[in-house]
């Protein structure tokens, strides 16, 4: 019973960094109606810039906000360079822009700072917390910060005005303009809050999976599980559904003989085809409710 | 005739290569209202669509006497001119609450915000009632009134009202046309009215025009419209 309860909150560590991932896959998805393909090696090249930070003398914290808000600003410049001019164009024109950036900041990293595996310290140590190795005191850590965030942007996004905007910009563009809102600023603001969220998810999985320009690469393949689980529209279905996946790989991957370590990514592609399959509008997907 | 508050001087709108406008010099005064009247197709919604700049327009178009020729929907918003358009663009995931708050999301008097709140409520005691519930689960009268009310939140000087009644009952609607009197007479709103119901919008109105395919064809006060062979006929149906 322990061993299982343990592996679960193992599970839940990994998937707060799923849910962080899946949120900004939702967040840019909701503002432009796309899935940004890149979003993991935005995080993966934001964890370079943290690392780059600490190599030049930084302690971990000044690293830490530079990082996200060095992702913050790049994630503006990224819509605005990038993607602004082309929201008009058909999907195929997104796919390849983000396959661009994809590949743009894969490469960028392996330039910089090559493709040898580095290790990411973290502030939290690496305890074991129930004597059997399987929750690190970082993986608690890691949830805390994760769940925090969260938490911060749940109010965000519930109770203030901005938040009110950029629901409101997403919901509806034309008529939030007529309302006032600054629908352009709202979906620049999205693109940045999703960079920096997935700096923070980076750099906290940094030290499980170490630093590499392809660490984030199955990341991704579960945050995405995370996102189609949730429903795409749904940025609290979107948290969910990256836990559960979290717990769900962690739990198969130990019970599920042959799963082991080498399957458990093809449980995140499983998932996403089940869930497609079987309601295509995901779990918590927006419900529809018109009336005419 | 009072001094102009809007006024469009030689409009044409274009929808890509389509032109669908041709040369609209229409007026609302201080304090009037102005309607529109054409058969479907005609051009109404993308006159109004021309005023809050959503379509590529030539010509001009001046509010209090400022050209708005190149400016954003957002700013022209935040002149005092509240569209409510046709199809009533309800944020449907959104409560009743929140459509009223984005309604002011170009204000930043937080206090005077909460108690124009309070006074749309007075309008429309059915909103208050679902105020905390989904905007997309209101009937379609609802919405409307919906409509209406976060139009209000900026506190407008002028309205452009795309066919306020469309699908409502006929009490429902005579409610709505006095609440449009209200805001009128006492609030001093000017609006420019689109509307189906052509017997109503010439009563509230004080100046009408009649559009075919994008032409005015015909222009006047509202009374003298009412009193056209050609507009019984074809718009009041006696
Ligand atoms: N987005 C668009 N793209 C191309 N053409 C359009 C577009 N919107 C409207 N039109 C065309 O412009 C013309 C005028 O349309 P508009 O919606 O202004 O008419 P309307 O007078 O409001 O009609 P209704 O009474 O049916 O609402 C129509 O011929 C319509 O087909
Ligand atoms: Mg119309």
């Known amino acids: 019973m322990d061993l299982f309860l343990h592996q679960a909150l193992a599970g839940l560590a990994t998937g707060s960094i799923y849910a962080c991932l899946a949120l900004a896959i939702v967040m840019i998805y909701a503002a432009i109606n796309h899935l940004n393909f890149a979003q993991g090696e935005m995080a993966m090249f934001s964890t370079f810039i943290a690392w780059q930070l600490m190599q030049w003398g930084a302690p971990y914290l000044l690293a830490f906000v530079g990082a996200a808000a060095f992702s913050f600003v790049a994630g503006i410049a990224v819509e605005r360079v990038l993607f602004r001019p082309i929201h008009k164009a058909p999907v195929l024109s997104h796919i390849v822009l983000f396959i661009a950036l994809f590949a743009i900041l894969n490469s960028l990293a392996g330039f910089i700072w090559d493709y040898n595996v580095k290790s990411f310290p973290t502030p939290f140590g690496s305890r074991s917390l129930f004597g059997n190795g399987l929750v690190s005191s970082h993986d608690a850590g890691m949830m805390g910060v994760a769940f925090t965030m969260l938490v911060l942007l749940y109010v965000f996004f519930r109770h203030t005005r901005i938040g009110l905007a950029m629901r409101a910009a997403a919901a509806n563009p034309e008529s939030a303009r007529l309302a006032g809102v600054r629908v352009g600023r709202m979906i620049s603001l999205g693109w940045g809050m999703a960079a920096a969220i997935g700096a923070v998810a980076g750099i906290m999985i940094a030290p499980v999976v170490f630093l590499d320009p392809n660490m984030m690469t199955s990341i991704l393949v579960y945050g995405f599980a995370g996102a189609v689980v949730g429903g795409l529209t749904s940025p609290g279905g979107a948290v969910f559904g990256g836990l559960a996946v979290g717990i769900i790989e962690n739990l198969a991957g130990t019970y599920i003989p042959y799963v082991g370590r080498e399957l458990r990514l093809t449980i995140a592609l499983f998932i996403i085809v089940a869930v497609l399959t079987a309601k295509p509008s995901g779990l918590f997907g927006r419900a529809i409710v018109t009336r005419v | ?238």
């Open chain 2, 1 to 238: 005739m009072p001094a102009a508050l809007l006024e469009t001087v030689g409009l044409c709108a274009f929808y890509g290569a389509t032109q669908v406008l041709f040369g609209l010099d229409l007026k609302v005064g201080e304090g009037g209202v102005t309607t529109l009247l054409g058969a479907n197709g005609a051009g109404k919604t993308t006159a109004l669509r021309a005023v809050s700049g959503m379509v590529q327009t030539t010509g001009d178009i001046r509010f209090c006497g400022q050209s708005l020729a190149g400016w954003a929907t957002e700013d022209i918003v935040r002149l005092g001119i509240a569209h409510v358009p046709q199809g009533r663009g309800t944020f449907v995931s959104q409560t009743v609450e929140e459509n009223l708050k984005i309604g002011a999301m170009s204000r930043r008097d937080r206090a005077a915000i909460s108690s124009d709140i309070e006074r749309v409520y007075g309008y429309f005691p059915r909103l208050k009632e679902r105020r905390k519930q989904q905007a997309g689960t209101l009937s379609g009268g609802e919405q409307q009134m919906l409509a209406l009310a976060r139009a209000l939140m900026l506190r407008p000087k002028l309205m452009l009202l795309d066919e306020p009644s469309f699908g409502l009952a006929p009490l429902v609607v005579r409610d709505l046309f006095e609440i449009l009197r209200t805001l009128n007479r006492a609030e001093n709103v000017s609006m420019l009215l689109v509307e189906q119901n052509a017997s109503l919008a010439l009563d509230l109105a004080d100046r009408a025009y009649l559009i075919e395919t994008g032409r005015l064809v015909m222009t006047g006060a509202a009374q003298d419209l009412r009193n056209d062979e050609n507009v019984r006929r074809a718009y009041l149906g006696y």
